[in-house]
């Protein structure tokens, strides 16, 4: 299998999990990586946050051995703020520090930060520059194809951060205006690809291992990142390693496994998190196990009334009876 020289780390060249807020959680980067995600972003933490000793924000940072090699993410739009946090970022020993500048959430976006730093490329340059120069940690950055269709210039500004002294480029292949829809536009990486000399990391509609071996193929991206591709299959990635090493896909999990795997994904989050506040993260997480099971819907509608882990075993149980009802009526 092919190898990638990365912020110091050789690893193959299979997939990462992208930096997903409120989903790739420590709990959820744990299990990403137990099923092969070669490397892994923390949630996206506010510089202005760090800089007034936010402890909530602190927390995204922590790095644990689990999860190495790990990235964390800030986001912001004042590169003085951002030299402070990337110092204070550094204090936690990530692998790398992540820039977004792809965040589309109006929350962001409204602040100046995130993608809306597409719009204002100097300023962006200027933070780029002003992390490097704060810290010995190579300096990535994430961004979409562009603010909107008319302003597509993700190779130019993966241009000027690579001039900055950016490490490597994250490119997702949509604009800020589509959100996520319609589909990624996979053309857009390789541009990016060709625009740069640094590593460059695809993202955008990796559904399946065929999909990330497509986007290798179609972008000569340097990485795959994977976000909703996982979401409730976090084997995802063991999959994709599978794939690109022999053409053939490991059998589906089972629905006794996929449960297990919900129950060990929600045992996590409690562990970290709180049974209270980690069931109430957890209805969501549940809500994607169960996807494409039977009755589905029914289940989904269940996993919002979760609040304890037993209430998950007694879901888990019941999805598995109405698998086995299935069977014997066909």
């Known amino acids: 299998m092919n190898q990638l020289s990365l912020f110091g780390y050789t690893i193959p060249r299979t997939a990462m999990l992208a930096p997903m807020a409120g989903i790739a959680d420590r709990a959820y980067r744990q299990l990403c990586k137990e099923y092969g995600a070669v490397l892994v972003v923390g949630e996206m933490a506010s510089v202005k946050g760090l800089c007034y000793s936010d402890r909530k924000t602190a927390e995204l940072l922590t790095c644990t051995q689990e999860e190495f090699p790990m990235g964390v993410q800030l986001f912001g739009d004042d590169p003085a703020f951002f030299a402070k946090a990337a110092k204070i970022a550094a204090q936690y020993h990530p692998a790398f520090i992540d820039i977004n500048m792809g965040c589309p959430v109006h929350k962001v976006v409204s602040t100046g930060a995130g993608s ?128 690109l090493q022999t053409g053939t896909l490991p059998p589906e999990p089972s629905p006794e496994e996929k449960m297990e795997v919900m129950l060990r994904h929600l045992s996590l989050i409690c562990t970290y998190k709180g049974e209270r506040a980690g069931m109430r993260e957890g209805r969501k997480i549940a809500g994607f196990y169960v996807k494409g099971l039977a009755q589905a819907s029914r289940f989904r509608g269940l996993c919002g009334s979760l609040s304890t882990l ?21």
């Open 310 to 330: 037993e209430d998950a075993k007694t879901l888990a149980n019941e999805v598995l009876q109405a698998q086995k009802e299935e069977h014997w009526e066909e």
């Open 116 to 243: 809306r730093l597409m719009t204002t490329p100097e300023k962006a340059a200027q933070i780029v520059r002003a992390c490097v120069e704060a810290v010995d940690i190579p300096i990535t950055v994430k961004m979409r194809k562009g603010y909107n269709a008319e302003d597509a210039n993700a190779p130019q500004l993966a241009k000027l951060c690579q001039e900055e002294g950016a490490s490597a480029i994250t490119i997702h292949g949509r604009t800020k205006a589509q959100l996520y829809q319609p589909g990624a536009d996979w053309d857009i990486i390789k541009q990016v690809k060709q625009a740069v000399s640094i590593p460059v990391i695809g993202n955008g509609d990796v559904m399946s291992a065929q999909d990330a071996a497509q986007m290798y193929c179609q972008t000569g991206c340097d990485l795959v990142a994977v976000a909703r591709g996982s979401y409730g299959r976090p084997w995802i990635f063991s999959e994709i390693t599978q794939y």
